[in-house]
């Protein structure tokens, strides 16, 4: 059964997801197209209600994002928000000019309690507004509903037609009962019956993966990161042994990190193939230093051993963890299109798959990791940080030895360990070490040494495309200085990275 879906077209706001991700913490299903996605298109999504995002530009710019007008003749409920309020005005005939006084912020609005947008809501409530331009003509049939001290028309309505507008952001936890206006959208605009949970989410994918793969035979590049696993065991749930898991050890893991996969599938019902392939990756990468070479050669191995394994279980389908955030970083449609990833990054045509099954494609990581609880993944998987498929291979500066190898998961494990003794909430994002090509001078005993010195980093951020240096305690990083220098061969010095990204990377290549 196809559950109701509410639309989010995207004009570029910021808060786009925001919005999808309220509509569905009410049990509505909701995904993001971009704006100017057919009409025919949207028509066979069939959504109960659409709801037009804010965006940077003015509808007067040159390159001012539009969509097609026919959607406010479709007789499904609309509701504008921000440049989404002044897309409708504009389009339906009403007028927008650059406010006197841009507003910004928390602004009191007031708002008429009858409308069906602000039912049971008070008369008045603090809002987000962002705005430099408004709403100054209403466009035929609609009335104004919302006004601030400097913007009479903050929201409008035309209720014949099912359109409603607001300039302020419902969507955002500054604005007092923008909850309850999205949920007077969807419920009494749209009439959402409340039908999507993750319990409804597994069992519809289980049943469209088992009608589309039939009996044949899916591989999944796994590399234990929290989208392909939670993926793997999705799939597996719904088709058991057809599914092949492969696991390519490419020998620069973390330290036990390899066996901890391992262990973890093997209590799930799937084939799951590990793949040791260190020696055969270190062979192709001996004296290799530059950070380009290097991805490219562990990209291209990777594939190669993936190819092999994937014609050995004759497999028709090919199984992704795509999930939505890199849908819309692609700018992908609904092409299937193999997107460069480390796992599955450029895998030849000739590999002869017919069809690709992305079950997580249209869930942010969050729900991603709901879904691995759900699935009966533990905790420690489905938290898992992210980890470069190159693995340690960027995070030794230079080129990669057994010995550094061995020098950086040691160190690596004990600076996990010790920020791992942080509580959850004080954890940085991502956290691990480098080896640096440098050595330097020390004294251990009465002997002097020339060994390497090690970078710790740790970051926090929240999307990872940008981050700030986590500012760990003195007393941790002194705890981690003392026990690398003294625990780890070949390791006699530490410092800590206090870069941001930009102007840094995360990770040091
Ligand atoms: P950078 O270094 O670009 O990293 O700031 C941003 C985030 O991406 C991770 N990362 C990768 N993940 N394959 C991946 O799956 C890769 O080749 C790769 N390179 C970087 C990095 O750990 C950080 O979280």
């Given at each position: 059964m196809k559950t109701q879906t509410v639309l989010v077209l995207d004009f570029g706001g910021q808060y786009k997801e925001l919005i999808a991700r309220c509509v569905r913490n009410m049990s509505v299903y909701s995904e993001i197209r971009f704006?100017?996605?057919?009409?025919?298109?949207?028509?066979?999504?069939?959504?109960?209600?659409?709801?037009?995002?804010?965006?940077?530009?003015?509808?007067?710019?040159?390159?001012?994002?539009?969509?097609?007008?026919?959607?406010?003749?479709?007789?499904?409920?609309?509701?504008?928000?921000?440049?989404?309020?002044?897309?409708?005005?504009?389009?339906?005939?009403?007028?927008?000019?650059?406010?006197?006084?841009?507003?910004?912020?928390?602004?009191?609005?007031?708002?008429?309690?009858?409308?069906?947008?602000?039912?049971?809501?008070?008369?008045?409530q603090i809002a987000l507004m962002s705005h430099t331009d408004r709403v100054s003509k209403l466009p035929k049939g609609f009335k104004i509903t919302s006004s601030t001290k400097n913007c009479p028309v903050a929201a409008m309505e035309n209720k014949e037609k099912n359109i409603y507008s607001v300039?302020?952001?419902?969507?955002?936890?500054?604005?007092?009962?923008?909850?309850?206006?999205?949920?007077?959208?969807?419920?009494?605009?749209?009439?959402?019956?409340?039908?999507?949970?993750?319990?409804d989410y597994i069992e519809n994918q289980i049943k469209e993966i088992r009608e589309k793969v039939g009996n044949?035979?899916?591989?999944?590049?796994?590399?234990?990161?929290?989208?392909?696993?939670?993926?793997a065991a999705l799939i597996g749930k719904a088709i058991g042994e057809q599914l092949t898991c492969i696991f390519v050890d490419h020998g620069m893991m973390r330290k036990n990190e390899g066996d901890e996969i391992e262990k973890e599938f093997s209590t799930h019902n799937i084939n799951f193939v590990r793949v040791n392939a260190g020696p055969r990756f270190l062979a192709k990468l001996?004296?290799?230093?530059?950070?380009?070479?290097?991805?490219?050669?562990?990209?291209?191995?990777?594939?190669?051993?993936?190819?092999?394994?994937?014609?050995?279980?004759?497999?028709?389908?090919?199984?992704?963890?795509?999930?939505?955030?890199?849908v819309i970083e692609s700018g992908a449609k609904n092409s299937a299109n193999i997107k460069s990833h480390h796992n599955v990054g450029g895998l030849p045509k000739d590999m002869g798959f017919i069809g690709l099954v992305e079950p997580l494609r249209g869930l942010f990581k969050?729900?991603?990791?709901?879904?691995?609880?759900?699935?009966?993944?533990?905790?420690?998987?489905?938290?898992?940080?992210?980890?470069?498929?190159?693995?340690?291979?960027?995070?030794?500066?230079?080129?990669?030895?057994?010995?550094?190898?061995?020098?950086?998961?040691?160190?690596?494990?004990?600076?996990?360990?010790?920020?791992e003794k942080l509580p959850l909430a004080k954890r940085p994002h991502q956290y691990f070490a480098v080896l640096t090509g440098m050595r330097s001078v020390g004294v251990m005993g009465d002997c002097r040494t020339y060994d390497y010195t090690i970078a710790v980093r740790a970051v926090t951020t929240t999307d990872f495309m940008t981050a700030e240096y986590a500012p760990l305690p003195h007393k941790l990083l002194g705890r981690v200085s003392s026990r690398i220098a003294n625990e780890v061969n070949g390791a006699s010095r530490v410092v800590y990275d206090i870069t941001g990204k930009p102007p840094a990377t995360i990770e040091w290549e």
């Open positions: 704006c100017e996605t057919p009409i025919e298109e949207i028509k066979e999504l069939a959504p109960i209600g659409i709801i037009l995002t804010g965006g940077p530009n003015s509808v007067y710019g040159d390159s001012a994002p539009t969509c097609d007008k026919a959607l406010f003749e479709l007789g499904i409920p609309i509701l504008g928000i921000c440049y989404g309020m002044q897309f409708t005005a504009y389009s339906l005939g009403g007028e927008v000019v650059a406010c006197k006084e841009s507003e910004y912020g928390k602004i009191k609005v007031k708002v008429d309690t009858t409308s069906a947008l602000f039912k049971e809501i008070a008369p008045e300039q302020f952001h419902p969507e955002v936890e500054r604005t007092e009962h923008g909850k309850e206006i999205l949920h007077n959208f969807v419920f009494d605009i749209c009439g959402a019956v409340a039908d999507y949970s993750m319990d044949e035979r899916v591989v999944l590049g796994l590399s234990g990161g929290v989208d392909s696993s939670v993926c001996e004296g290799v230093a530059d950070p380009e070479k290097k991805r490219k050669i562990i990209g291209t191995e990777f594939v190669r051993v993936f190819e092999e394994e994937a014609k050995k279980c004759g497999a028709k389908f090919l199984a992704q963890g795509t999930i939505y955030p890199d969050d729900e991603v990791r709901v879904l691995g609880r759900k699935l009966g993944l533990s905790v420690k998987l489905v938290e898992r940080q992210p980890f470069p498929g190159p693995g340690l291979a960027v995070r030794i500066i230079g080129d990669i030895t057994e010995a550094k190898l061995v020098i950086l998961k040691e160190a690596d494990s004990i600076f996990c360990m010790e920020v």
